[in-house]
Every structure is written in structure tokens, then in C-alpha cells.
């Protein structure tokens, strides 16, 4: 397990929980999870749930933090298609990258009109693109905010 002072994810959460973040780094939370806007992405509306705790396997999951998942996943999944009008969402989970080993899943809107070869697996093609193609701050942040609404209206429905 990698010392929890070197994972760049758990930094990233600590921030969150200091509310040093700007809005699309922190949409949502739970109570063992954050909803967070991928930052190197060209895709708008590619979402991240990151658990609050430093865990690397899901095997790791307490039985709270697995149902909370669960049910993050589809109220996600149902904003992104409320909001920017997603025909599915992609979860993919991994926690294999050096500096983030730590678990956390992407939520990843999957558009009418995105191009085959932008589909599935290939959808990696969106993520860690250089900073001229990233999705703006002020879109991600945009697109957050309704999320965030639509996030909290469902809360309270």
C-alpha cells in the first residue's frame, strides 16, 4: 500500500475537505465519497467518485461505502443525462496509475454523437490531453453547478 502522504488522490481530498478546491473539484459529497470533474479531459462531463479514505482494492470497501457507491453511481449516471443529455455512462475503475492509486471510479458520459472511435475503451483518448484541449474551467464549472442542482434536487425529491 502506498504511504497515504504520497498519494496524490488523498492530497486532493484533503483539499476538498479544507474547501481549497474550486467547484468542479468538489460537486457533491456523501458520506464516503466526493464527486469531482476530471481535470485533464476533453470531455465534458467526465465525473470521478473518489472515496474519502485511502483504500486500493475494492475488496477494501466497507459494506456502507459499497451501497453508497451503488446508488452514487445511478444518481450520477441519471444527472449526466438530465444535464448535458448523455444517452449512457461508462464506470470504469482502475487505480492503477502511480499517483493515484487510490480507489476512486470515472463516470464517463457516453454522447449520441460521439465518434466510434471515441466509444468504449477508446474513450481513454479524451483523458490526459494537452491543457489547449481541455474542457475551460468556466465549462467544467458550468456544468457542475447543474449537476450539483440536479444532484441536491434529487436529494430532496
Known sequence: MKDNGTCKTCELTTQRRLGKVPLWDCIYQTDYWDVAHAYNTALPGWLVL?????????DELTEQEAA???????????????VIGSVKTYVIQFAEHEDHPHVH???????????????????????????????????MNEICTKIRDDLLFRDSA
Open 68 to 82: 453508497e457507491l451503488g446508488t452514487l453511481i445511478r444518481r450520477v449516471s441519471l444527472s449526466l443525462k438530465s
Open 105 to 139: 471510479f470515472h463516470i464517463v458520459p457516453r454522447m449520441a454523437n460521439q465518434p466510434a472511435d471515441r466509444r468504449s475503451a477508446q474513450v481513454f483518448g479524451y483523458l490526459g490531453v494537452p491543457p489547449e484541449e481541455r474542457v475551460s474551467e468556466d465549462q
Open 50 to 58: 473518489v472515496l474519502k479514505r485511502h483504500i486500493e482494492s475494492l
